[in-house]
């Protein structure tokens, strides 16, 4: 069974792409077939990654690939273990088909308010199209500080949907480990990469609970797949 989960968000420069690729990183690592479907055709930010990493040799491949609509993707769905949705960088009427195919709904948000309101109504603006709030999940990205990180949080959980454990910190080793084909999880930093470890980890929980599979990411002492149809 393949289970589809798709990261969207309502600008670009969020986070989406970063957990795109942390997320298909640690399946592929696990041993899962994972796929990236990119459907910014425009930009196309997961495929330009996957080519760095391809040529730098990075260990373990990932498959990336541009589609133009997410119904395109859901066609070769059934090759992989986990497709991967990276959503273009806007809402529009696409996410709505997205959000319908998809097992779960990641949407990455910063701590300010230029960020969350309008996260938080595109989210409600889903599920006034009937889109369960079950399958809405919101992670935080680019957070500077704890408390920064607990006052999103409350933000959030006060507008009814459920927030990732954990957090991407806002840090330069991030992005610099990305440009050179690396996920969140390969930094040069052992610290970091177990800060982003845990909110990937968060959303494998999630996956687990809702569709039957359990699985550890790599710096989580041991990092394992199990499956249950």
């Not at 491949?61 to 589609?67: D, G, K, P, R």
């Not at 319908?100 to 300010?112: D, E, F, Y």
């Amino acid at each position: 069974m393949t289970t589809i989960i798709a990261f969207v968000s309502q600008k670009g420069g969020v986070g989406k792409s970063t957990l795109s690729r942390g997320l298909a990183r640690e399946a592929a690592h696990n041993g899962l077939t994972v796929k990236i479907a990119d459907l910014d055709t425009q930009q196309g930010t997961s495929v330009e990654w996957n080519r760095t990493r391809l040529n730098a040799a990075i260990q373990p491949t990932v498959a990336a690939e541009v589609f133009a609509t997410a119904a395109q993707a859901l066609k070769i769905a059934n090759q992989y273990d986990l497709l991967i949705i990276d959503g273009p960088a806007r809402f529009s009427a696409g996410t709505l088909e997205i959000a319908k195919l998809a097992h779960l709904v990641v949407q990455p948000t910063g701590a300010s308010l230029d960020d969350l309101r309008p996260a938080v109504r595109e989210f409600h603006g889903l599920v006034n199209e009937g889109i369960s709030k079950e399958k809405l999940v919101f992670s935080m990205c680019r957070i500077g500080t704890p408390t920064e990180e607990t006052e999103t949080r409350a933000y959030l959980v006060e507008a009814g949907y459920t927030v990732l454990q954990g957090c991407m910190m806002e840090r330069p080793a991030y992005r610099k480990a990305q440009n050179q084909g690396h996920s969140v999880t390969e930094t040069r930093f052992s610290s970091l990469n177990a800060q982003a470890d845990r909110l990937i980890q968060g959303l494998i929980d999630i996956i687990g609970e809702n569709h039957g599979r359990s699985v550890e990411t790599e710096t989580s002492e041991q990092f394992r797949r199990t499956a249950a149809s």
